[in-house]
């Protein structure tokens, strides 16, 4: 198998990379520059497996270093930088050699790299290695930061080739027909579960597998033309056999051939990647910016003072001198970066290190495009913010803290804010530990008030330490939060960190309830769900609490803001699409290869973990058989009683099983469904039953040579053996020795055996066979007492084997019994890397994407810290690193309705509401029937509140609350709602409405499933309103006593 080692460390990784990550081992890297950029940079390497990676810096780390680089601590103070990280990056990943340089970079030592990044390098220095990597084709990389903007930059040589361009293994789709004609049309769709097919006009494609029309079959390429979501035009088929059935349809991606100009030439005719062509002016004033930066150095021998207007203003002259061939000029851009290029932050660096890493990984793998050569990124819409523009050249000057490079873009009060934060981070994977990192660096919550609290329910796994980089091997198996814990006070001990344990949800709302998320100033959401995704946001939508929530899927991700009453809140999630495949489709007419490692999986839970549950309840409670549903107690106990005569002695008995079970299901099975419908059967008269989406299935002959076969004998056995706790053995000679002594019954397939067609006929149940039921209660309640009474017996019986994606056992087995069921029917199997990315629903990750996102939901936090109420300081981030593309908007308002004064009197609803009642054509809505609803504009962040405390002095009643909304809205209410359950209905009778009257407004709330909390929320319906609008009218929040 294919499994195991460095596949499965870095199976994520591959996923993203493909196969050309195969070339990481053999590359040589220099990273120059070990500051903030180049440490982000280098980490990324390291933890993707980089052969060598070798670091040089000359300097020495001083203290204000230890805001950005997090490779250093304070022992490491007057060391070289170089030198201090090279020892914790030789611990992050022991597979890479990780080399220092701290002499000059001569032509002779810069030969031996693949690929150089310059980081923190002179103007100068970066023409010189520039012109000579170009000309020996060693890929250049220049990667800077300077306070809140950075600056990337390309060089692959003049002739570059790109393997494979695009994300993603190439797409395939399952053919269903396949028409005679010029051109031919092909009908089809996705291979995963998807309705349509995946091509776009012009892709290239290959057939195999199609019957009938087997001219198609290995042919070259075809360019396709998209007619619809199910239909392609291809070549001329006119003259090919006519179609019969089965096939796939495969896009094949050609390499492509890039060229970029040396950096001397592209510095003075600049090709800059932007977002739109407004961002054209911005981009070219910071091309000139950062020149005339490296030109004030020259000059000055130092970089501009924070703030200091002598030096913002020579900057700026020095710009306007490259004027005239970097086009116009954007001044109050180049003053603002000036202002703060003194400054260092860690959220920059980690962006452009990530990227320029990324682009490192292009260069080595082939695999996406390069940048096209230049990019530039800045979050100077920092230093529009209210307290930020005010600071003056003493708020910003050193102070010879470790926080002076952050101090030098927002000054002293600012980092004092800081560190009094109160933030929750839910997730301590991926995302988690790179956010963690940022903020232990920036300080958050570092002061005595702070308050930075972790959370996550996950053990480290080995698969995660190539993109969680605050975890090593010794931590595997131990929970994430408190390793993540230890590392954030390593790296700075400052920084007041809490560990727990706990899912955030439903469950735990009495540990996080409405105190807890009104206590805090921002939530950071690291979640891989998009369930626990949006029980987050509910919890933040309703305590007013600001969230940043991140994510990542590959070479993609996002950031997005939500502030409260500033941003629109986050759209909730939309049901995850139904891949269900119907069961008849599995079991006897798969068509792809997901159907196939779907099946596999289902074997895998039927024979080594439910055979197993079964068998431990009913040896521990003997009323078991009496609990088990009639329809399918005759089937549970069937596979009881198989499990107990089926009880091994020894490894060779289970080797025997496995090639029993072998031959039941790739020989025998195919046999019997050819018995019952032969090839030539059909549907109907003249309609062949093997045709279109079924194809006909031909039996395996079983053959201990093939790698395959014995691959699942090995799998198989392994697991029995685990099962009914047997001592496995791995030796294959072992079991071919096992296996040449095995003989096998023939088979004889049943007539007139039924199987089903659809999956109406799979869901019909056949009556209950009282009498055998009878029989096998008997029969193994005899067998108990047996086992029962046997001294050698272990308690439990067996062993339940849950499926697990990271086991290498678990997917051998997977991939063998995918690939044999794949081979029964045609269909192209798949290699043990894509098996487990399918059969493990494996989304893929890379170290560089999480660290970018991570870097990008920072800068808001800076925001969010200074309080920012301006909507257009706020940024939505969007990156995608396959092709180095990154787009930042502003988030959207939130929804806000006014009563239209040339309708009737109308009442400003939200959400759904309006949008049903918009007028299109008038450019205004109108709402039908009018609600007053306290005749102003409400937000969607709106919500009326009330102190929930009858004359009593006890909780209010139900009839008190619809007397309040009576009283101060002039609202009749006739639905009130706590969640689902309903308190009061206006249409139930008499009776049942004076219960609901009278009931406390928390009654029953443990009945529903609910906790008790110290703020309800409630929802309610007004007289005439439409109920379904229950989410365009602000909620109710009561505060009980």
């Known amino acids: 198998m294919a499994g195991g080692g460095a596949a499965g460390r870095y199976s994520r990784q591959l996923f993203v990379l493909g196969g050309g990550a195969r070339r990481l081992p053999g590359a040589a890297v220099l990273v120059s520059g070990l500051r903030g950029t180049g440490a982000q940079a280098a980490t990324a390497l390291v933890l993707a497996g980089t052969g060598r990676v070798v670091l040089h810096d000359r300097g020495a780390a001083c203290t204000a270093d230890l805001a950005q680089q997090f490779l250093l601590g304070e022992s490491d103070v007057g060391q070289n930088r170089a030198e201090a990280s090279r020892r914790v990056l030789a611990e992050l990943n022991p597979c890479v050699a990780v080399g220092a340089h701290t002499g000059e970079l001569s032509e002779a030592f810069l030969a031996s790299f693949q690929v150089v990044l310059l980081t923190e390098s002179p103007l100068e220095e970066q023409l010189r290695i520039g012109d000579f990597c170009h000309a020996c084709g060693i890929c250049f990389i220049v990667a800077n930061t300077k306070g809140l903007a950075g600056q990337l930059f390309c060089d692959f040589g003049e002739r570059f080739v790109v393997d494979d361009p695009a994300e993603g293994d190439p797409v395939c789709g399952a053919v269903q027909h396949i028409s005679q004609g010029n051109p031919g049309v092909v009908t089809c769709m996705g291979a995963e579960g998807s309705r349509g097919h995946p091509f776009c006009d012009g892709d290239l494609v290959t057939f195999s597998g199609v019957e009938g029309m087997t001219e198609l079959n290995g042919r070259e390429p075809i360019p396709v033309r998209v007619l619809d979501a199910f239909r392609l035009e291809i070549g001329d088929t006119s003259s090919f056999s006519p179609y019969r059935s089965g096939g796939q349809i495969s896009q094949v991606r050609l390499p492509q051939v890039h060229s970029y100009e040396p950096l001397r030439q592209a510095l003075a005719e600049p090709k800059i990647w932007v977002a739109s062509t407004k961002e054209v002016p911005r981009s070219r004033s910071l091309h000139a910016a950062f020149q005339a930066l490296h030109a004030f150095h020259k000059e000055q021998g130092r970089l501009p003072r924070p703030r200091a207007p002598a030096d913002t203003e020579r900057v700026l002259e020095l710009a306007r001198s490259l004027g005239t061939q970097q086009g116009p000029l954007d001044e109050d851009i180049v003053r603002a970066f000036a202002s703060v290029s003194a400054g260092d932050l860690c959220p920059m660096a980690s962006i452009i290190g990530a990227l320029a890493a990324q682009e490192v990984l292009k260069a080595i793998t082939r695999k996406f495009v390069p940048l096209d050569q230049w990019l530039y990124l800045d979050a100077l819409e920092c230093l529009v913010l209210e307290g930020a523009a005010r600071l003056t050249e003493e708020d910003c000057a050193p102070r010879g803290s470790r926080y002076d490079g952050q101090i030098a873009v927002f000054g002293t009060a600012f980092q004092e804010l ?624």
């Open 418 to 1041: 800081l560190s009094r934060q109160k933030y929750l981070v839910v997730g301590a994977g991926a995302i988690g530990c790179e956010l963690l990192k940022n903020f232990a660096m920036i300080g958050l919550a570092a002061g005595p008030d702070g308050d930075l609290t972790i959370t996550d329910m996950d053990t480290i796994a080995p698969s995660n330490l190539p993109r969680q980089l605050l975890y090593r091997s010794a931590d595997i198996s131990k929970p994430k939060s408190v390793v993540a814990a230890a590392a954030v006070r390593r790296m700075n001990p400052d920084v007041r960190v809490t560990a727990h344990q706990n899912q955030v949800g439903p469950a735990t709302e009495q540990l996080y309830g409405d105190d807890f998320f009104r206590h805090l100033d921002g939530v950071a959401s690291a979640l891989d769900t998009l369930e626990a995704r949006s029980y987050l946001e509910s919890r933040c939508l309703r305590c007013l609490t600001p969230l940043l929530d991140s994510g990542t899927e590959g070479p993609r991700g996002n950031v997005l803001a939500m502030v409260p009453t500033v941003t629109k809140p986050l759209e909730p999630a939309g049901d995850p699409a139904d891949d269900t495949v119907p069961l008849c489709t599995l079991r006897f007419f798969p068509r792809t290869i997901q159907h196939t490692l779907q099946w596999a999986r289902d074997e895998f839970e039927g024979l080594f973990q439910l055979p197993a549950e079964h068998v431990n309840r009913f040896m521990e409670d003997p009323a078991f058989s009496e609990q088990l549903p009639a329809r399918n107690a005759v089937e549970v106990l069937e596979r009881v009683r198989g499990s107990l005569q089926e009880r091994p002695r020894d490894w060779q008995d289970c080797v025997c099983w496995a090639h029993r079970h072998w031959q039941s299901r790739y020989h025998n099975a195919i046999v019997q469904l050819l018995h019952t419908f032969p090839l030539e059967h059909e549907s109907s008269p003249g309609v062949p039953f093997w045709a279109g989406d079924r194809s006909c299935p031909h039996p395996l002959t079983f053959n201990p040579d093939n790698d395959t076969h014995l691959d699942y004998i090995l799998a198989a056995a392994h697991l029995f053996a685990q099962t009914h706790k047997v001592p496995p053995c791995s030796d294959r000679e072992t079991a071919l020795s096992i296996l040449s002594s095995v003989v096998l019954p023939p088979f004889a397939p049943q007539d007139g055996l039924q199987i089903p067609l659809a999956e109406e006929q799979e869901e019909a149940q056949a009556p209950v066979d009282h009498r055998r039921l009878a029989e096998l209660i008997q029969d193994l309640a005899q067998r108990r007492q047996e086992l029962v009474g046997a001294e050698e017996v272990q308690v439990p019986l067996m062993e339940p084997i849950h499926f697990e994606k990271d086991n290498d056992i678990h997917m051998n087995f997977i991939t063998a019994a995918s690939n044999l069921r794949a081979e029964n029917y045609s269909i192209p199997p798949a290699d043990w890397l894509t098996s487990k990315r399918i059969a493990g629903r494996i989304v893929p990750a890379i170290i560089t994407t999480t660290a970018a996102v991570a870097g990008l939901a920072c800068l808001e936090v800076y925001k969010l810290v200074w309080g920012c109420r301006d909507p257009s300081c706020y940024r939505n981030s969007h990156l995608n690193l396959s092709d180095c593309r990154l787009f930042r908007v502003q988030p959207p308002l939130p929804h806000t309705y006014r009563p239209d004064p040339f309708s009737r009197p109308a009442v400003p609803q939200l959400w759904g509401w309006a949008a049903r009642v918009w007028g299109a054509s008038a450019g205004r809505y109108t709402l039908l029937p009018p609600w007053q609803y306290g005749g102003r504009e409400w937000s969607c962040w709106d919500r009326l509140e009330m102190r929930a405390v009858g004359a009593d002095g006890q909780e209010m009643m139900v009839q008190e609350v619809l007397d309040w909304l009576q009283k101060t809205h002039g609202w009749t209410v006739t639905m009130l709602l706590r969640g689902h359950t309903v308190l009061y209905d206006s249409e139930a009778d008499e009776e049942e409405q004076a219960r609901q009257r009278v009931q406390r407004i928390s009654e029953n709330l443990e009945d529903a499933g609910e906790l008790r909390q110290r703020e309800l929320q409630l929802f309610y319906v007004c007289e005439g309103e439409d109920a379904e609008a229950g989410d365009a009218r602000p909620p109710l929040l009561c505060s009980l006593p």
